[in-house]
């Protein structure tokens, strides 16, 4: 049974930073690709950050480049988003993924087969 679990939210002030970890379990190996996707109350979720089964290729939207490094130890079975300059309307509940396509990184939430349960982020102002 695939298992992924959030945890790293919180509350923080904008400029701050977090760092959210997903622990995966369950996987029959580390050759999945792996997202972060992000909704925010009243909105669909959105893709916010991809990495490649080995990490050596990863896709951002716009508005985190620069600001958001999403990362991986398959030795740990550990996906990691290291957030800095939050700004308020990061605030959102994430949600980490994992999706069997190995060939590229998926930005739509259909493309993802696992999902955790989410963790709350919220920036003040």
């Known amino acids: 049974q695939v298992q992924l679990v959030e945890s790293g939210g919180g509350l923080v002030q904008a400029g701050g930073s977090l760092r959210l970890s997903c622990a995966a379990s369950?996987?029959?190996?580390?050759?999945?690709?792996m997202g972060w996707f992000r909704q925010a109350p009243g909105k669909e979720r959105e893709f916010v950050q991809g990495?490649?089964?080995?990490?050596?290729?990863?896709d951002s939207t716009r508005s985190v480049e620069g600001r958001f490094t999403i990362s991986r130890d398959n030795a740990k079975n550990t996906l990691y988003l290291q957030m800095n300059s939050l700004k308020p309307e990061d605030t959102a509940v994430y949600y980490c993924?994992?999706?069997?396509?190995?060939?590229?990184?998926?930005?739509?939430?259909?493309?993802?087969?696992?999902w955790g349960q989410g963790t709350q982020v919220t920036v003040s102002s």
């Open positions: 993924a994992a999706d069997r396509d190995t060939l590229r990184i998926g930005r739509s939430v259909y493309e993802y087969q696992y």
């Open positions: 369950g996987l029959t190996s580390s050759s999945y690709t």
């Open positions: 990495i490649s089964w080995n990490g050596d290729r990863t």
